[in-house]
C-alpha cells in the first residue's frame, strides 16, 4: 500500500506491452501521489496522443497539484455535458474549495455534482458526492451538515460502499447509534478476510 515509486515500473512495462486508457491512468496517478507532476504530464500528455480521451479528467489531478487554476477550468469546461464526466469533475472542485477554506462555494459545487448525476440516472455518483462533501464538513466542524449529507446518500444509494462510508462518517460525526446501526446491517453483507465493520465502527467511536 503506497509504494507508489515502485509501482511505477511495473506500469510502464504494461504500457509497453499493451498500452491502455487504464494502464497510462494508473501511471499517472502513482506519478501525481509520487509528487512527480512533470513526469505525470507527459504520461497524461501521451495518453491522449494514442487517443485515450478517457484520461483527460486526470489533468485536473494534476493541475491541482502544481496550483494551475486556468488548466482546471479547462478540464471542467470541457467536461460540461458529459454525463460520465462532468459530476466527478464538479465534485472534485467541490474538494479543492473545501481544501481552501471555501466552504460556501464546496457546497455549491457539491449541489452541482449530485444533480448532475441524478439528472443523468447516476445514483450511485450522486450518493457517493453527497458522501465526499459529509467527509469535508466533519473536517470544518459542522456535524449536523455531514448528517444530512450522510442521510441524503443513503436516500439514493443502499449499497455496501455507500453505507460503509456512511457509518464512519457518522461515527466521527458522534452518532454511534446510528453507525453502528449500519454497520449491523453490513455485517450480513461481509466482505470474506476482513474485520467485521460494526467492531471497527464500535472502535472509531470509542477513541473519539
Keep these: 500500500m503506497g509504494r507508489f515509486d515502485q509501482a511505477i515500473p511495473q ?29 505525470a504530464k507527459t504520461t497524461l500528455d501521451q495518453a491522449i496522443a494514442h487517443g485515450f480521451a478517457k484520461d483527460r479528467p ?20 470541457w467536461s460540461t455535458g458529459k454525463p460520465d464526466v462532468e459530476g466527478a469533475l ?16 464546496a457546497r455549491e459545487y457539491s449541489r452541482r455534482a449530485v444533480e448532475s448525476a441524478k439528472q443523468n440516472h447516476l445514483t450511485g455518483s450522486a450518493a457517493s458526492y453527497s458522501l465526499n462533501s459529509a467527509v469535508y464538513e466533519i473536517e470544518f466542524g459542522n456535524v449536523v451538515k455531514a448528517r444530512e449529507n450522510v442521510a441524503a446518500a443513503l436516500a439514493l444509494a443502499s449499497d455496501f460502499a455507500t453505507k460503509s462510508l456512511g457509518a464512519l462518517v457518522l461515527a466521527r460525526s458522534g452518532d454511534s447509534a446510528s453507525a453502528l446501526k449500519l454497520a449491523a446491517e453490513l455485517e450480513e453483507i461481509g466482505i470474506p478476510g476482513r474485520p467485521g465493520l460494526a467492531s471497527r465502527v464500535s472502535s472509531r467511536t470509542m477513541i473519539r
Design 90 to 105: 464538479l465534485d472534485a472542485q467541490s474538494y479543492t474549495e473545501a481544501f481552501h477554506g471555501r466552504l460556501r462555494r
Design 58 to 77: 486526470l489533468y485536473y489531478n494534476w493541475a491541482f497539484l502544481v496550483d494551475d487554476q486556468a488548466t482546471m477550468q479547462q478540464v471542467r469546461d
Design 11 to 39: 506500469f510502464q512495462e504494461a504500457i509497453r506491452r499493451n498500452p491502455t486508457a487504464a494502464s497510462y491512468g494508473m501511471l499517472t496517478a502513482a506519478f501525481l501521489f509520487s509528487e512527480r507532476p512533470d513526469e
